[in-house]
């Protein structure tokens, strides 16, 4: 039977049973996610903006004035100076872009001094753009003097740092994110770019600021495995505001290039369509340079976004007692295990599956000679797998990266081994080990992006960010960014969506699962605490970005060999969860290595 993968429109919720977590772990449940701020439709409602006046509050004043910067990029210091004495304006120069901070305590005011001390952690700058570029990450104390004015109300900032500074609450209260996309080098799927846009933008406005993004290009570390629009174009114009459900744009002739002109156009038809979600209309109407305009509906798009063939709740896979069996109450619940013939499901520690439109590809790994066997078929037959040759010991949970239509070549798995990534395809053979390129440290956990392109790193407790191209010379990553998630230690990584990561780590001396921009500038709410547990490995199945929600209902994680669920709460995967549990359960079998097919 061929998998259909519908379009979505609602989240399910899986609710599954459980054996319960023994107490001595301390996991808590789970909250639905960051769905406050950040889902498409939110700007609909301006923010108000604190003034200087609004409080006497000192220590709430700095916090309003660590606000001051969100909004209009380019009056952003107008209104930082709003806050300060004439003398300090007058010599306030700071670089044109916000930092933005994380407080790592409550502000505390010293009323001798007259100064507010803010204890910060550095996330990174927010460019006109929309892009929050992370920086080398620093932590430290600003503190800011506030005093009075003979004959002025209110209070002023007498000293601060000179810098413009904008705090996370700012960030996530202010700003609204908005994802726009850029084709793959390979020009088989779109690849998500999250900016933040103001929250007070004029609605009418909103296309012409998206437009602009994607005639500036991509972010800086997207730009190794994406495509910019040709050189040349821009828009004519400005784009009207939407008119009997009728969106129009116009771009120069540059945007589609003469040679294979009506590929081109579908490609930046359906970048557009996707980056200017959640904009209301019926139809698009596109005229580029001085040829006839063409009009595309508002739903016949989604195709050209792998991401799009997410299910509503997906087929869920353990290992026990050697095999790789299907969990109950989970899709196709009763069916075979795909790909995988029956011969070569023993003797299994760790298990991988992932569907294209046209194949299941599959990969095992051995827990009797640690051997990786990797293989595709068509939807309802088996494969051969073929063993992946060259790799080291001390194998882990293989992925599928990139997993090409229509044919099993050019297909890209990954893999860690002795704390270092290595590549495979689908028919097996050598192995190639994957450079990190400027970060020293051992990769402890991955997880790869819907799109295949975007990679989460865990490198010696940190986290990273990076792109993964393929070139002549085989799989390539960029140079990672690291991330500063509130974690005092990352263990493991899973994306929930197109834009967010669940991260797995220790923070106060416990275990905690969070959830976080894929830029690591904001945090969902409701984490999930541990306790004393170590979470070693943690999957997640994304959720469809055609919900517009930002978070995965179907996450589960394992603490040494023990696995986890975590949906409406956390529950241990009992031998009781299995779609087809058995009668006299063998002594010392626990469900273990969970995982999805994705």
């Not at 977590?21 to 996610?33: A, K, L, N, S, Y």
């Not at 011969?343 to 992932?354: P, S, T």
């Not at 986890?564 to 469900?591: C, H, R, T």
């Given at each position: ?7 979505v ?17 301390g ?5 639905t ?11 609909d409602?301006p923010?108000?903006?604190a ?10 004043f700095?916090?309003?004035?660590l ?5 209009d ?30 407080l790592?305590?409550t502000p ?29 990450p620093?932590?430290g ?12 109300a ?15 609450d700012?960030?996530?209260?202010k ?23 103001s ?41 009207p505001?939407i ?45 580029i ?11 016949n ?35 075979r295990i ?24 599959a ?12 293989g ?20 882990g949970?293989?992925v ?18 002795n ?5 495979f ?5 050598a ?6 390129p ?8 991955f ?35 690291q ?27 416990r275990?905690?699962i ?20 170590v ?11 055609q ?12 603490i ?10 956390a529950?241990?995967i009992g ?24």
């Amino acid at each position: 039977m061929r998998r259909s993968l519908p379009a979505v429109t609602v989240v399910a919720v899986l609710v599954l049973s459980g054996c319960g977590i023994p107490d001595e772990t301390g996991v808590t449940e789970i909250g639905t996610g960051p769905s406050t701020g950040i889902s498409a439709g939110d700007n609909d409602t301006p923010v108000a903006e604190a003034t200087r006046g609004t409080t006497k509050d000192r220590t709430q004043f700095i916090r309003n004035y660590l606000e001051a910067a969100a909004g209009d990029y380019d009056t952003a210091l107008e209104r930082v100076k709003g806050f300060m004495t004439q003398s300090l304006a007058n010599q306030f120069k700071p670089p044109s872009a916000p930092k933005v901070i994380r407080l790592t305590d409550t502000p505390l005011e010293d009323l001798d001094e007259g100064t507010v001390a803010v204890s910060y952690e550095v996330i990174g700058t927010l460019a006109k753009n929309g892009v929050l570029e992370p920086v080398e990450p620093s932590k430290g104390t600003y503190t800011f003097h506030v005093s009075e004015v003979a004959g002025e109300a209110g209070l002023f900032v007498a000293e601060a740092p000179d810098v413009l500074l904008l705090s996370e609450d700012a960030l996530s209260e202010k700003y609204v994110e908005r994802t726009i996309y850029f084709w793959n080098t390979e020009r088989t799927t779109l690849v998500p770019d999250v900016r933040y846009m103001s929250r007070n933008l004029p609605e009418e406005q909103e296309p012409n600021t998206v437009l602009s993004w994607l005639v500036a290009g991509p972010s800086p570390w997207l730009r190794d495995a994406v495509e910019a629009l040709p050189e040349g174009t821009a828009t004519i114009g400005k784009v009207p505001a939407i008119a009997d459900g009728r969106l129009q744009i116009e771009l120069t002739a540059q945007a589609v290039p003469a040679k294979g002109a009506a590929e081109a156009m579908e490609r930046l038809r359906n970048q557009l369509q996707w980056s200017l979600r959640p904009a209301q209309y019926e139809f698009l109407n596109v005229k580029i340079g001085h040829q006839q305009e063409h009009e595309y509906t508002a739903t016949n798009y989604y195709t050209s976004n792998v991401a799009h063939r997410l299910a509503l709740s997906p087929e869920r896979f353990v290992v026990y007692d050697g095999k790789i069996v299907r969990v109950a109450k989970s899709t196709n619940e009763t069916e075979r295990i795909p790909a995988i013939p029956a011969a070569a499901n023993k003797d299994v520690r760790f298990g991988a599956l992932h569907s294209s439109a046209t194949h299941i590809f599959a990969a095992v790994v051995s827990g009797r000679d640690d051997a990786l066997r990797v293989g595709a078929a068509q939807f309802d037959q088996d494969a051969t797998l073929q063993t992946v040759t060259g790799l080291p010991a001390g194998r882990g949970q293989p992925v599928w990266a990139i997993t090409p239509d229509k044919t099993t070549e050019g297909a890209v798995g990954l893999i860690l081994a002795n704390g270092r990534l290595h590549s495979f395809g689908a028919q097996g053979g050598a192995a190639q080990a994957v450079p990190l390129p400027g970060v020293t440290g051992k990769i402890s956990a991955f997880s790869v992006a819907p799109d295949g392109h975007r990679l989460a790193l865990v490198v010696d407790g940190r986290l990273y960010r990076a792109t993964l191209t393929v070139t002549g010379d085989g799989v390539e990553l960029s140079v990672p960014e690291q991330l500063r998630p509130p974690l005092e230690a990352v263990t493991a990584v899973a994306f929930s969506s197109e834009s967010w990561l669940n991260v797995a780590g220790s923070r106060r001396g416990r275990g905690s699962i969070i959830q976080v921009s894929v830029d690591g500038a904001r945090e969902g709410p409701n984490p999930v605490e541990i306790g004393s547990g170590v979470i070693n490995y943690l999957t997640a199945y994304p959720s469809n970005p055609q919900t517009n929600e930002y978070h995965s209902n179907s996450v589960s994680f394992t603490i040494g060999a023990v696995a986890y669920d975590v949906l409406a709460k956390a529950e241990s995967i009992g031998v009781n969860d299995l779609a087809d549990p058995p009668a006299q359960p063998p002594a010392g079998k626990i469900p273990t290595a969970p995982f999805f097919l994705n």
